[in-house]
């Protein structure tokens, strides 16, 4: 109930080409969505979130995607650059109870290589 | 630099050893997080404070370790009799108390601990 499943474990792409990355989750609580990126040896940073309340949410080259009924949501890097060279994660929680810890549950990873 | 840290960020102890972390979390923030990440997998939850209450510990977090936060500003993560298996990196977020609209979880740079 608690496992959020995301994949690949790993994805290699071109410089200048869109990056997908997938997740899945079981838990029907989960209202809160957020995407974290991850250099080696640093914290995750946030990257987008969103709310089941929405299909759709972009900011800038990341869009985040969501299917509720599917219980999917997905990472669009759009114009994928070298910088983007990075591990992420997708997360849920059940953010939007006021009571309770709201812990993050994350999936395994998905290390990005952009190659120029 | 107003971001959540922590220190230190490496540590080497010898099997047996007691360690100890510390976590600063963005001024005003109520809510601190503790999580572990090992090698290759997204971070797992292990407890929770709102103010200077520890509300919420997983079931990751044995007697061995402990963890205060005696004046609901920063947090110090104790492990007694550190084991190999300890080896891991030890994350700190904090997020604002604003309740159900601000849920984001904000992560320092972590502390690497390697038990030899």
């Known amino acids: 109930q608690q496992q959020v499943k995301q994949s690949p474990q790993s994805l290699i792409v071109q410089k200048g080409g869109i990056s997908i990355i997938n997740c899945a989750y079981e838990?029907?609580?989960?209202?809160?969505f957020p995407w974290y990126q991850q250099f080696p040896g640093k914290g995750p940073a946030l990257l987008i979130a969103?709310?089941?309340?929405?299909s759709e949410k972009k900011e800038g080259r990341f869009t985040i995607s969501f299917n509720k009924s599917a219980k999917q949501f997905s990472l669009h890097i759009m114009d994928s650059q070298p910088g983007d060279s990075a591990t992420y994660f997708c997360?849920?929680?059940?953010?939007?109870?006021?009571?309770?810890?709201?812990?993050?549950?994350f999936g395994q990873g998905t290390r990005l290589t952009i190659n120029p | 630099d107003t971001g959540v840290s922590q220190n230190p960020r490496h540590k080497i102890t010898k099997r047996g050893q007691n360690v100890t972390f510390r976590c600063d979390p963005i001024?005003?923030?109520?809510?601190l997080y503790w999580y572990r990440q090992t090698l290759g997998q997204g971070p797992e939850f292990l407890t929770y404070?709102?103010?200077?209450?520890?509300?919420?510990k997983s079931r990751l977090l044995s007697d061995r370790f402990s963890a205060e936060r005696p004046k609901g500003s920063f947090s110090t993560l104790e492990i007694q009799r550190t084991e190999q298996g300890d080896s891991a990196m030890y994350l700190c977020?904090?997020?604002?108390?604003?309740?159900?609209?601000?849920?984001?979880?904000?992560f320092g740079p972590g502390t690497r601990l390697t038990v030899t």
């Open positions: 838990n029907t609580a989960f209202d809160y």
């Open positions: 969103i709310r089941p309340d929405v």
């Open positions: 404070f709102q103010n200077e209450a520890q509300l919420e």
């Open positions: 977020a904090s997020r604002s108390p604003g309740g159900a609209v601000s849920v984001e979880q904000y």
């Open positions: 997360a849920a929680s059940n953010g939007c109870i006021i009571q309770g810890a709201q812990k993050l549950v």
């Open positions: 001024s005003e923030h109520n809510r």
